[in-house]
């Protein structure tokens, strides 16, 4: 975890506090009194966000919803919201430093976790914790099967042919006779038809399928 990044926001007496502890000598910290740019070099540096503050006002909610990095917000009252986001926790004060720092690990594990979950593909990007494929907003969930069926689709550029499926989809043999690979291609072009509206975006060629570039 060498080098993540720390951005403070909305009190420096919690930066101080931050700096002068070792048990944050790892991370590179800095303060920041402008929430659009601390959101702006969060994302930039892959780093967390620790938000300070009383209350929670509705630009800064606006703000921090669309976000999925990791954050932490403290608070000085229980009867505090948070916001609808798996990368987001919060903090009651008083606290221990301590309870602070696990809670930094704990996020930033979590976030790598999910960062090497994720594929492009296309225009759209497939989270294989989630078992989802996903564009502009759009959540589609998926099988498992239809998972493995995309993620060889960009592990390979060149069409890929009824036989390669069966092997390292199914590990049937390549002399199987089964309708089995062209059932779930054609199911999976309906979902996603029907889901974003996408018209074959797997394509049948003689040298098996790919996607339409």
């Not at 009383?54 to 630009?59: E, G, H, T, Y």
């Not at 916001?83 to 930094?104: T, Y």
């Not at 060889?152 to 199914?170: C, D, G, H, M």
Request: charged share 30%; glycine share 2%; proline share 2%.
């Amino acid at each position: 975890m060498n080098n993540s990044n720390i951005s403070v926001f909305g009190n420096e007496i919690l930066l101080e506090i931050i700096k002068e502890s070792k048990l944050f000598s790892e991370f590179k910290i800095e303060f920041f009194n402008d929430l659009a740019f601390c959101i702006k070099q969060t994302k930039k540096n892959n780093g967390i966000l620790i938000y300070l503050n009383a209350i929670l006002n509705k630009n800064d909610y606006e703000k921090l919803k669309k976000n999925d990095f990791p954050i932490i917000m403290i608070f000085k009252t229980k009867n505090i919201n948070l916001l609808p986001n798996e990368m987001i926790e919060g903090l009651l004060m008083p606290f221990n430093i301590l309870q602070l720092k696990r809670k930094i690990v704990s996020l930033f594990a979590k976030y790598q976790f999910k960062k090497t979950s994720l594929i492009n593909l296309s225009d759209y990007v497939i989270d294989k914790n989630e078992r989802k494929i996903k564009k502009n907003n759009l959540d589609l969930q998926l099988s498992e099967k239809e998972i493995e069926f995309l993620i060889l689709f960009t592990e390979n550029r060149e069409p890929i042919n009824r036989n390669f499926f069966l092997k390292n989809v199914w590990n049937y043999s390549e002399k199987s006779e089964t309708h089995t690979v062209e059932t779930h291609i054609h199911r999976l072009r309906k979902k996603i038809e029907n889901f974003f509206n996408d018209k074959k975006i797997i394509l049948s060629t003689k040298q098996g399928y790919q996607l339409k570039s």
